[in-house]
Nanobody, 118 residues
Framework: QVQLVESGGGLVQAGGSLRLSCAAS????????MAWFRQAPGKELEFVAA????????NYADSVKGRFSISRDNAKNTLYLQMNSLKAEDTGIYYC???????????WGQGTQVTVSS
């Protein structure tokens, strides 16, 4: 059974940092394109960042470029999102996803709450 479990969310002041982790189990995701999405209260799901499996190609939403960094540790089957210079508008539930094609994913985590106070 494939599982993605996010951790690292919390409450932080504007300008602060958080590091999210997503531990994958049930199979290896070495060649899987993985991504982070987020959903703010009352808004639609939004793409944040993605990283491919084979060559590590990375994409970011314009809203997080220069502030967020996605990475992965294939030996640990874990995906990360380093978030710096956080803003109130970064508040939302952050979801990890695997086997991502465009904005569609085969597997989703349960989400972790990130709240940025201004």
């Amino acid at each position: 059974q494939v599982q993605l479990v996010e951790s690292g969310g919390g409450l932080v002041q504007a300008g602060g940092s958080l590091r999210l982790s997503c531990a994958a189990s049930g199979r290896t995701f070495t060649s899987s394109r993985m991504a982070w999405f987020r959903q703010a209260p009352g808004k639609e799901l939004e793409f944040v960042a993605a990283i491919s499996g084979s060559f590590g190609n990375i994409n970011y939403a314009d809203s997080v470029k220069g502030r967020f960094s996605i990475s992965r540790d294939n030996a640990k089957n874990t995906l990360y999102l380093q978030m710096n210079s956080l803003k109130a508008e970064d508040t939302g539930i952050y979801y990890c996803a695997a086997d991502v094609l465009g904005y569609v994913a085969q597997y989703w985590g349960q989400g972790t709450q990130v709240t940025v106070s201004s």
